[in-house]
């Protein structure tokens, strides 16, 4: 294959970045942006700032997200393209600009339909509340995910946003029919097994709950709102006297942290005794939607296989 000036200079930059040399894969993608001008140097420039920073003289780097922006934009007049679009979209999202975000999503998943664009898009409108919207997005994300590691991402943000948009019947039934089908891939994913028990919470099915707590609990500890569900859910079901071993369990657990140990253990005490306590702290529960990364540079094979778009 006959490669431009461009291309080849693109290419070397991209395989300086597979071997993590990048203050070469810097200088090529600086030299490809003064001689060869055009979207594909600026877009991919954009993103290196992003992701890498800008790589100093003395081996430090420094956050490059300013100039990173311009670089995107500057390629963004070239051509619209799925890539920097996603680039973009990050950009905004981590910049905590949602509605801004939230376009450029847009445009990804009109150009090029995939899981991480609905599911970005999903998320940005998730968190500007528009929790129905949300939930349409995160489910056609869902089901583009099947059989790959998007899956514990996307499910639990699709889950929460039934639940926001007071459609819990629909949350719990597709709980359960991604129970049924992905064990393993569930299995592995360590997070996953706290939402199981939130999830089944906050959509009232206590007995299904109850069942995640030991699960839950062995692998990993939770934080004092969680718990109050736990204990919420314990009493609910009848099992108060377990109460005194979840919570000598938390106390145990608190002990190891460094940073205001002794509030947390006297507040995990009164959650234990009050339900008041306990109501506020779970009407505080707010999920937060994760944004699936993509790598962005036009021209790497690598990744942009996976995906499954063409550039
Ligand atoms: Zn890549």
Redesign the pocket.
Known sequence: MEYSNAEKINQDAITALEKQDFHIAQDLFRKNVKENRGFISLNNMGVFYFHEGMELKNGKTRCANKLSLRFLLAAEKYKHSYANNMALGTWFFEEGEHKTAEGYFRQACSLTPSCSGYNNLGATLYLQREYSEASLYLGKACSLCEGTDMIEKVYPSYLFSLIKSKKKKKALSVLHQILSENVTELETAMSLKQDVFIVSYLCNDMQFAEKQIENMLSVYSVDNTIMAMVFDCLIKVGKENEIGKYLRHQIEHLEGFDFNRNAEIERIKKISKHASLRERDISEYSYFPSTITE?C?IG?T???VDIGFVL
């Open positions: 790598c540079y790497c690598k990744h942009n």
